[in-house]
């Protein structure tokens, strides 16, 4: 077989986002333009950003049920400084990023250190992030401010008529980012290693601490940066946005084909994963009489089929064999 | 005294007394519980009542984490089993028929077993990690609880359903009934060898089969009964409220559950199970709800507490920790122990 094995999976899900895309084109009216692919981007810009740092804790075997939350408390934490005490947009994003990194990387140092399941932990910061939403205020606030307003309805106009706002740009410099790092610099190097076997990456030498570290800090950091995007997107803070965001992500990044186990995957791969919600979304919402249910379903279903797709993979390849 | 503050239900049992008198301290009249209408009405009875799906489910999950496993579906099993049994019986000619409740119930028993048997094959024939196997049907149930409300909330106006989750026998709650049989059920496993099978299979799955535990069947069998109690707690939920929620039901149960099973004292690391201490567990988390809700905080912030609950907890679970904490109170240090620690590590 010419294709390397490893490939196989990143390969499928391209060409399942391609036939998706021309099952739909040829279906319905309208759908196959550029604009409609535009979209995609622009719809689901916060999931991309999620999901590329979601994508690096998978990557390091573990798993990060916080994002959701996060994102809700960055809208709540930005609408509640920029309407309720008036603080400049240009102080309040910053000061959302620098908390979502910094909770995250107190998640990942109680996770190194303590040795604990990252599951727990990170089930621990859900609790409490949606919860100090609610401490914030019960209710939505909506954001008037010209800047917010400014960058949701900028349009950037492309060749062929069609735009992308800046929250899909924003999402685009964020996987140019992450597909450097994790291919071109060291931390990649050693998230891989460490995905692939902890001790193993301990006894070479590899600054394990301080990558795991990183690595949740990463996430947190991609959270409330998609957060901010989605505070562009929907104008409002409210305790109750992105509930159940967290499983989307992972759908996406399993369906992007990198294994739950760590150590194996691509950042592209969750590029397409998103893509593919995307057209799942936009193929219901062309075809009318679907209900939104349909998206849950259709999504679970993938993810079925991808994780079989991958334990075959793995089973029966010798060069891994999975735990 | 050491062996008492050893036992594992000695923390637990600790923090729910605490709970408990702090209401005490708060409302004086908590623990009153008075008759009426020849049933019994309290906040210890509500605690034990509206705590019991939670307690269904928790023991369920208790056998799967005995097995290193976990089930995130059982949110999803418990939105769809009360949404099945409602359709049906919205379905019925007349909802106060025994036999119409009956098949409903039969009916949405039997497709959480069957969603039960989904998970357990996953994970034990196809080999797939619990979290993620169980994910598929987390994300997919959902949308599946949704399909057969139709997006709406279906409500039934069947006594008899509504016996199941709100009516008394002999006074109490019938659901507190419910919860002690499976409870004995699942104590039958202490009684057999399936405890110690379970047990084995969660400490090393390879071993325990070369030791001629049937590790496969083993696994299938803690998530079929997972299933089952999940889906009973559905039934539970849904009659209390006469209706199914194919959105809202049971949402977020599976971290209640996993938090009740943690509480209790069982590790997420398989290969032990108290399911006493998971009982206590779910139960501190009822009594914490309903503390909450009685002080007048907003509900709401029950996530923030429960969010320190569960870090505490682990944290006093975490070798890591406990050793860093000995570390700092010890007054003499040996050069050779931290050499010992070091190589160990």
Redesign the interface.
Known sequence: MSLNRKYIPIVVTILLFLVMFAAGSFRYTGFFSLQVLMNLLVDNAFLLVTAVGMSFVILSGG?DLSVGSVIALSTMISASLVQQLGWPPLVVIPLVLLMGAAFGSAMGA?IH?????P???T??????A??????IS?DTITIDHPFYTAVAQTKIPLPGGSFLSISAVIALIVVAAAIYTAHYTRFGRNVYALGGNEQSALLMGLPVARTKVLVYTLSGFCSSLAGVVFTFYMLSGY?LHAV?FE?DT??AV?IGGTL??GGVGYVLGTFFGVLIQGVIQTIISFEGTL???????V???L??VF??LQ?VLS?GGPARK?S | MGRLVKHHLFWPLCVLAALLLFNLCYSPDFFTITMHDGHLYGSLIDILNFGSPLILVAIGMTLVVATKGIDLSVGSIVAISGAVACLSISKGPDQNSLALILISVLLAVGLSLILGLWNGLLVSVAGIQPIIATLILMVAGRGIAQLVTGGQIITVTSAKYAYIGSGSLATLPFSIFVVILVLLIALLTRRTALGLFIESVGCNPTASLMAGVRAKWVILAVYIFCGLCAGIAGLLLSSNVSSADGNNAGLWYELDAILAVVIGGTSLNGGRYYLTGTVIGALIIQTLTTTIYMIGVPPEITLVVKAFVVLAVCLIQSDAFRAAFAARWKTRHYPAEKEITRHVS
Not at chain 1, 123 to 128: D, E, S, V
């Open positions: 798993i109680i250190y303590f040795k604990i399941q599951f727990i932990v089930l621990a910061g859900m609790f409490l949606r919860g100090l939403c609610y401490v019960i305790g159940g499983l992972i759908a399993v739950l186990t209900s939104s249910w349909w998206t849950k379903i999504i679970g279903l993810l079925f994780i079989l334990r089973s999975s």
